[in-house]
C-alpha cells in the first residue's frame, strides 16, 4: 500500500455527530430508526435498501432455477420434499406440474431480469456513486430518490404476492406474449396472477423512470468545481446513459402493458384477433389486433434493457481494473464514445429478436446489420480493458478477480451473439437451449460478476469494514467455473435444436440422448447457487463483524469517493466539497503511485 492510502490514520474516523455538519448548516435534529433506515432520504442508505431487496430477491429467483433445474435434470424422480412444500397442485407425488414449471420460468426471468439486474445493479450504485464521485451533497431530488425505492418495494410486494394466490402466478415465459398474457380463460398463469405481474411492472417502470430523471440531473447539474464532464469516471459515464437509456425505453413497454390490460378487461383487441379457445370451445369476437405489436413495444424496451443491465457493470468494471492494474485506463475518450456508440445502436436493434415472426427479410437484413454493428464499440471497450491490464502491477482482489472474470464473460457470451444476429442462422437457433446459453453468459453471468465486483470494491466505503477474503475468492472460483459449467453445454444442445420451455425431453427420442448432460448442468446449478449463499452469509457477517477500514483510502484510488470519511454521514463531506484538477486515472504517474482528482496540478504538469 502506498504512502498516501496509509498516510490519513485514525483522524479520519467520522462519528455520527460530526458527519451531519455540512456547509449547508448544522442539523439539530436527532434522526429516528424510521427516517435513517427505513424512510431515508440519504443516497447512501437508499443505495443499501436497493442492494438488500435485489440480494433477497437473487436469492428467491435462484432457488427457482434451482426447482425448475431439479424438474430438467431428473423428470422422472418423485421428490417428496416438494409436494410437503408446493402443495399437491403444483407438485403432485412430488413431481413439479407442467404448469407450475412454466411460472417458475416465468417468476425467474422476470426477478433475475427486472428485480436484480436492474433495480439491484442500477439502483444500489447509480444511487451510491453518483453524489459520491461526481462531489455532490446528495442527489438532485433525494425525495423522488426514496420515492423510487418505495415504488420498486411496492413493485416487490405486488410480485410476490402473486406466488401466493390460488390460480399461482404468470405463467407466460417472463416476456408474457399475448394471446396467452392476454387471455383470462387460456391457461391458469393467465388468470389473476398475470393482473399481478402487470401491475407490478406498471411500479417498476415508476421507480425506474423517478431514479433515471435524478440520475440525469444530478450528473449534468450537481458536479462539483472543476467536474468537467471529462473528468468524470467511466462508472459516471456509464450511469448517465444507462439512465438516459431507461428514461426513452421503459414508457414503450409501459403503454405496452396498459394495451394488454385493456385487451384483458376492456374488451379491445390490440394484440388479439381470430381467436378460437378450445378450453371454453368458443371462437372470440377479437378482429384486427396483432399479437406481433406487443413484441416491437416489448423488445424496443427489451434490448435497451441488455444495456440498461450491462453498462453499469462495464463502469465498474472499467473503474475496478484501473485502480487494481495500477494503471490509467487505456483510451478513456474511446471508452466514453463506445457507451455513446452502445447508447444509440442499442435502440436500432430490437428486432433481432423477431427474424422468425414473419419479418420482411429485407428489413431484417438492416437490423442484422445494426446488430454486428453493436459489436464494434463492444470490441473496443474489451480491447481497452485488456490492454489496461497488460504489464499492469496487478493487485489480484477479490473485485479485480470479478471483473476479469466479467472480461471474460463478455467476450465469450458476445461472440456468441454473433449467431445469433445472423437472421438466417437465428431461424434453426431461435428458442433452442443456444439462446438460453447465450443470453445467460452475456447478460446474467456478465451482469452478476460486474455486480459482485463493485459490491466488494465498495463494500469500505458503504459500511466501513472490509469483507472476508477468503469466502470471497471461494465464491469467485465456484461461480466463474460454475457459470461456464452450466451454461457452456447448453450451446451444443441448441446447435442440435433442442428447444426451450419444454418441461420434460425424457420421452424426446430426439434429445433424451442428453439426460445425463441436463443432469450434471442441475447438480452444477445446485452447487453454485449453494455459493451465493456464501456470498451472502460474507455480506451480512462482515457488515458487523468484518476487519475494520482504518484509512479513507484503502485501495489507493483518485476518485472523490475515497477523500470523504471513512462512513460519510448525510451529506458525503464535513466541510467543503472537494474541488477537482484532473482526470480520475492518475496512476503510476511522476514517480508516484496515483495523485487524487482533489490535488492541484504541480508547476510543471500538464492537464490530462
Known amino acids: 500500500m502506498s504512502n498516501e492510502a496509509t498516510a490519513h490514520g485514525h483522524p479520519e474516523v467520522v462519528t455520527t455527530h460530526e458527519s451531519h455538519h455540512d456547509e449547508h448548516g448544522v442539523h439539530h435534529h436527532k434522526e429516528t430508526f424510521i427516517t435513517k433506515y427505513v424512510f431515508s432520504q440519504d443516497h447512501k442508505m437508499i443505495s443499501k435498501q436497493f442492494l438488500i431487496t435485489g440480494m433477497i430477491w437473487a436469492i428467491i429467483g435462484g432457488l427457482m432455477s434451482v426447482l425448475f433445474r431439479l424438474q430438467l435434470g431428473y423428470p422422472d424422480a418423485h421428490f417428496q420434499f416438494l409436494e410437503d412444500i408446493l402443495g399437491s397442485k403444483w407438485a403432485k407425488d412430488g413431481q413439479i406440474q407442467p404448469e407450475f414449471y412454466y411460472a417458475l420460468v416465468t417468476m425467474h426471468g422476470t426477478i433475475l431480469v427486472f428485480f436484480v439486474l436492474t433495480g439491484g445493479l442500477s439502483g444500489t450504485f447509480a444511487n451510491f456513486l453518483i453524489p459520491l464521485q461526481v462531489g455532490a451533497r446528495d442527489m438532485a431530488s433525494p425525495f423522488l430518490n426514496m420515492l423510487s425505492y418505495w415504488f420498486f418495494l411496492l413493485a416487490s410486494i405486488v410480485m410476490l404476492s ?9 405463467s407466460g415465459g ?16 393467465s388468470k389473476t396472477g398475470m393482473d399481478l405481474w402487470i401491475i407490478s411492472m406498471a411500479l417498476f417502470v415508476v421507480s425506474s423512470l423517478l431514479g433515471g430523471l435524478n440520475y440525469i440531473s444530478t450528473i449534468l447539474n450537481m458536479r462539483t ?18 439512465a438516459i437509456l431507461g428514461v426513452l425505453s421503459f414508457p414503450v413497454l409501459l403503454s405496452g402493458f396498459i394495451l394488454l390490460l385493456f385487451d384483458r378487461h376492456g374488451g379491445t383487441s390490440f ?36 444495456y440498461i443491465i450491462i453498462l453499469p457493470a462495464m463502469g465498474l468494471v472499467s473503474e475496478v481494473l484501473s485502480i487494481n492494474s495500477r494503471k490509467p485506463i487505456f483510451g478513456y475518450m474511446a471508452m466514453v464514445g463506445s457507451l455513446f456508440a ?3 445502436l442499442a435502440f436500432l436493434v430490437w428486432a433481432h429478436h423477431m427474424f422468425v415472426t414473419g419479418l420482411n427479410p429485407f428489413l431484417g437484413s438492416i437490423f442484422v446489420l445494426l446488430t454486428l454493428l453493436i459489436a464494434v464499440p463492444s470490441a473496443i471497450k474489451v480491447f481497452n480493458w485488456i490492454t489496461t491490464l497488460w504489464r499492469g502491477n496487478i493487485r489480484f482482489t477479490p473485485a479485480m478477480l470479478f471483473a476479469i472474470g466479467f472480461v471474460s464473460t463478455f467476450i465469450s457470451g458476445g461472440l456468441t451473439g454473433i449467431y445469433l444476429g445472423n437472421s438466417a442462422l437465428d431461424i434453426q437457433l431461435h428458442d433452442t437451449y443456444f439462446v438460453i446459453a447465450h443470453f445467460h453468459i452475456v447478460m446474467w453471468v456478465s451482469g452478476i460478476l460486474g455486480m459482485f465486483a463493485g459490491i466488494y470494491h465498495w463494500f469500505p466505503k458503504m459500511y466501513g469494514r472490509y469483507m472476508n477474503n477468503t469466502l470471497a475468492y471461494i ?49 452444477v446449478a445446485m452447487i453454485t447457487f449453494g455459493v451465493q449463499l456464501l456470498f451472502v452469509f460474507n455480506f451480512f457477517y462482515s457488515i458487523f463483524k468484518g476487519r475494520r477500514v482504518m484509512t479513507r483510502n484503502p485501495w489507493g484510488a483518485t476518485t472523490l469517493e475515497w477523500t470523504a470519511p471513512i462512513r460519510p454521514g448525510h451529506g458525503n463531506w464535513p466541510g467543503e466539497i472537494p474541488e477537482v484538477h484532473r482526470w480520475p486515472y492518475d496512476y503510476a504517474k511522476d514517480g508516484r503511485d496515483f495523485i487524487p482528482q482533489n490535488e492541484p496540478l504541480g508547476a510543471n504538469e500538464s492537464a490530462h
Do not use: C
Open 162 to 170: 402473486s406466488l401466493f394466490i390460488a390460480t399461482g402466478p404468470a
Open 174 to 189: 417472463w416476456t408474457s406474449y399475448p394471446p396467452l398474457s392476454a387471455l383470462g380463460d387460456a391457461s391458469e398463469g
Open 225 to 242: 468545481k472543476g467536474m468537467s464532464m471529462t473528468r468524470m469516471p467511466l462508472t459516471i459515464w456509464a450511469l448517465f446513459f444507462t
Open 271 to 306: 394484440y388479439l384477433s381470430e381467436i378460437f379457445l378450445t378450453a371454453t370451445n368458443k371462437a372470440l369476437p377479437n378482429e384486427g389486433g396483432s399479437a406481433i405489436l406487443y413484441q416491437h413495444l416489448f423488445w424496443f424496451l427489451g434490448h435497451p434493457e441488455v
Open 342 to 344: 452502445i447508447a444509440i
Open 475 to 523: 465464491h469467485f472460483w465456484v461461480t466463474l467455473i460454475g457459470a461456464y459449467l452450466i451454461f457452456w453445454p447448453m450451446h451444443y444442445e441448441g446447435f442440435a435444436g433442442m428447444p426451450r420451455r419444454y418441461f420434460d425431453y425424457s420421452q424426446w427420442l430426439s434429445f433424451n440422448q442428453f439426460g445425463g448432460l441436463n443432469r450434471f448442468i442441475s447438480t
